[in-house]
């Protein structure tokens, strides 16, 4: 193995906790390697951009982060850059045209990086691609965590539910489920370092199982986790997918004390017939069931959501079917998108564009009255004394700490 000692590293990441994690067990091989951290690009000897491909903005940013490198690896020629993720696996054949990248490292190959380096130092002029689309095994690597409090679990990687707007399933590749004896090892080591909440993580998570025919499910793995949870006070989950939720798991994740109330039930339209063109597996009518389930359960708890506006074909009227349906559910909160056209979705090849204009237009429509609902929502904690999980100083502020409360609101 390479000896990094000496070596400082930077890693710039892009896009969802999928990510945040995986730029956690890329810092744990560096670490074990030699190398410290910092937070300086222009400091670090190995610099990696842990990219997504989900929104075109984040494409936007790396592409311009990463030209901007340029000029700082002129000066320093034998800094190594690593560019990994799912633009990596998505786009490795432009990113193979960029001179100044080291590395192209594909989402399935994280655990072979000790390898490319060491093959990198035996020949500093040749660039490395190493990008593979069977589907992912990860050694026990351990995890160099972020958060001494809160830390991200896999229970899966990829997709197998191709929507049509959505890239994930060609850079994340198909469902893999993990064994329930795995993640509860991993759980226990948590519980035993005294974290206080570990976040399930998988692209559709409450699938777990389906794809192996487990003999468990979701709900099991959440009950088999509580039972060993001393020191851990909260389970959080992301991100679900709305029909996959059976009424064992909504009475699992209601009636127990350990499991966060808030859940993330991605809607992307309020209207049949875009969630069709979509390739979404449910109706407005099913999601409403779903929502309906979990309120009379708890009617306290926090539920948000994804919406997409301007989806090819998307007529006003449509539209307005999802402000409809945003005022008759009143999310907590909605991470609202205008629709970013893809290459490779098969939502990319669609017929009738809506202008980007127009996009916007509905988008900032739907932020308006999403505000006035989440404003309305807040205001009846006001006199309320809850229980949070101090996360550290704010970013704006470090004389004022901010954390979250068990169903996900930020309090500073």
Request: hydrophobic share 35%.
């Amino acid at each position: 193995m390479t000896d990094l000692r000496d070596y400082k590293y930077f890693i710039k990441t892009y896009g969802c906790q999928a990510n945040e994690y995986d730029s956690e067990v890329i810092a744990s091989i560096l670490e074990k390697m030699g190398a410290i951290a910092t937070d300086n690009e222009k400091d670090a000897d190995i610099v990696i951009f842990n990219t997504c491909a989900v929104r075109k903005n984040a494409e936007n940013k790396f592409y311009g982060r990463l030209g901007a490198l340029k000029k700082i690896k002129e000066e320093k020629k034998d800094m190594i850059v690593i560019v990994a993720g799912c633009l990596a696996q998505k786009d490795y054949l432009k990113i193979s045209s960029i001179d100044h990248v080291n590395i192209i490292l594909g989402t399935h190959r994280i655990s072979a990086l000790p390898q490319l380096l060491s093959q990198l130092k035996n020949n500093k002029n040749t660039q490395i691609l190493d990008v593979d689309f069977t589907g992912r095994v990860d050694p026990d690597i351990p995890v160099r965590r972020l958060s001494k409090y809160s830390a991200y679990v896999p229970i899966m990687y990829g997709c197998n539910y191709y929507c049509t707007f959505c890239i994930v399933p060609f850079t994340r590749g198909f469902m893999q489920s993990r064994e329930i004896s795995e993640i509860l090892k991993e759980v226990k080591n948590l519980d035993d370092q005294q974290y206080k909440e570990i976040i399930y993580l998988g692209q559709t998570v409450n699938a777990y199982g389906i794809d192996k025919n487990f003999q468990y499910d979701f709900a099991d793995l959440l009950s088999a986790t509580v039972e060993l949870m001393k020191n851990i006070k909260w389970i959080r989950f992301t991100s679900p997918y709305p029909t996959n939720f059976t009424d064992k798991q909504i009475d699992v994740i209601s009636k127990s004390p350990k499991i966060a109330k808030h859940i993330h039930l991605p809607l992307q339209s309020g209207n049949n017939e875009v969630l069709r063109r979509m390739a979404r597996r449910y109706t407005v009518e099913q999601f409403l069931e779903i929502v309906q389930k979990f309120r009379a359960q708890n009617e306290y708890i926090g539920l948000s959501t994804d919406i997409i506006v301007g989806f090819p074909g998307e007529s006003e009227e449509q539209f307005n079917d999802t402000l409809k349906v945003i005022q008759q559910i009143k999310f907590d909160q909605a991470f609202m998108f205008a629709y970013s056209e893809r290459e490779g979705t098969k939502a990319a090849n669609y017929p009738d564009r809506i202008p980007y204009r127009e996009r916007l237009k509905r988008l900032y429509k739907l932020i308006e009255l999403q505000n006035s609902i989440t404003e309305e929502k807040n205001k009846q904690y006001v006199g309320k004394i809850v229980e949070i999980l101090v996360e550290g100083p704010t970013h704006k502020n470090p004389n004022k700490w901010e954390g979250r409360t068990e169903t996900n609101k930020i309090v500073v």
